[in-house]
């Protein structure tokens, strides 16, 4: 019986290590992910800014030379 707990006890003990080491895991990630989405808002808006400028001076190019 006591054989039988020290086990479990280590089984669980594994468990808990697992469990610590996700839960760091899912930080970490968690952190990385919210970079990653401030970076894409950024480069979004510089795409849109981009697209902008663009359309801007293709409206300063007159009609026959688009032609």
């Not at 003990?13 to 968690?30: F, M, P, R, T, Y």
């Not at 510089?46 to 009609?63: D, M, S």
């Given at each position: 019986m006591k054989q039988e707990l020290e086990i479990l006890e280590q089984?669980?003990?594994?468990?808990?290590?697992?469990?610590?080491?996700?839960?760091?895991?899912?930080?970490?990630?968690?952190?990385?992910?919210?970079?990653?989405?401030?970076?894409?808002?950024?480069?979004n808006k510089k795409i849109h800014e981009a697209t902008q400028k663009i359309e801007n001076l293709l409206g300063q190019i007159p009609n026959e030379e688009l032609l």
């Amino acid at each position: 019986m006591k054989q039988e707990l020290e086990i479990l006890e280590q089984k669980l003990n594994v468990l808990v290590n697992l469990l610590n080491e996700l839960k760091s895991d899912n930080a970490a990630l968690k952190q990385k992910t919210s970079q990653q989405d401030e970076e894409i808002k950024s480069l979004n808006k510089k795409i849109h800014e981009a697209t902008q400028k663009i359309e801007n001076l293709l409206g300063q190019i007159p009609n026959e030379e688009l032609l």
